[in-house]
């Protein structure tokens, strides 16, 4: 698998965390220290999800290899179609005052990297290592959630209400990595 792809991915799933960031930046009173455990937080789950997803699909990796072009397409048009219905539905809501509290954020960095765990199996049927994989969609969500956080004070009036254009971006770059595994696979 090209490293671009890669970073592909990491990129699409951290744009649920990335826009939670934007809203949490812009509706949260955050020090450094807040700013850093949000994106640690975010980070961590979304570098455990896919390892998790990684070693249950391992235990079928036989029974997985002969359809591994369709499984991946699959997980991955799942996966992007439910961003992009997600995105869509939200698109009403804006972010509302909210207090800053541990339970709160352990519950977002569960929620924003849940669609990960899927990946972690699309990744089984990848040419690229798991550790490698696991820590660079780690680094970029921490990064990219790093710099929502930071910004979204400022940036308040360009994404208010409009932070579901980046969740429709990373689903539709899933889905198209997806129909691109798939036809490796067939043209194989």
């Known amino acids: ?98 207090k800053f509290s541990v339970p709160t954020i352990l519950v977002q960095g569960i929620a924003t990297s849940i669609d990960a765990l899927a990946v972690g199996v699309s990744l089984l049927t990848m040419n690229i290592l798991i550790w490698v994989s696991i820590s660079v969609i780690a680094i970029v969500t921490f990064l990219l959630t790093l710099l929502a956080l930071f910004f979204g004070g400022k940036l308040i009036g360009l994404f208010r209400g409009r932070t579901y254009v980046a969740e429709i971006i990373g689903g539709c770059v899933l889905i198209l990595i997806g129909l691109k595994l798939l036809l490796e696979s067939l043209l194989a």
């Open 1 to 98: 698998m090209d490293y671009l792809f890669l970073i592909l991915i990491a990129v699409s799933l951290s744009l649920d965390a990335f826009s939670v960031s934007i809203c949490n930046g812009m509706v949260m009173e955050l020090n450094v220290k807040r700013r850093l455990f949000i994106a640690s937080t975010f980070g961590t789950m979304q570098g455990v999800m896919p390892l998790i997803g990684y070693f249950v699909g391992s235990l079928f990796v036989d029974y997985i290899r002969p359809y591994d072009g369709i499984l991946s397409f699959a997980l991955l048009l799942v996966i992007g179609l439910k961003m992009i219905i997600d995105a869509v539905k939200s698109r009403k809501e804006s972010c509302s005052i909210a």
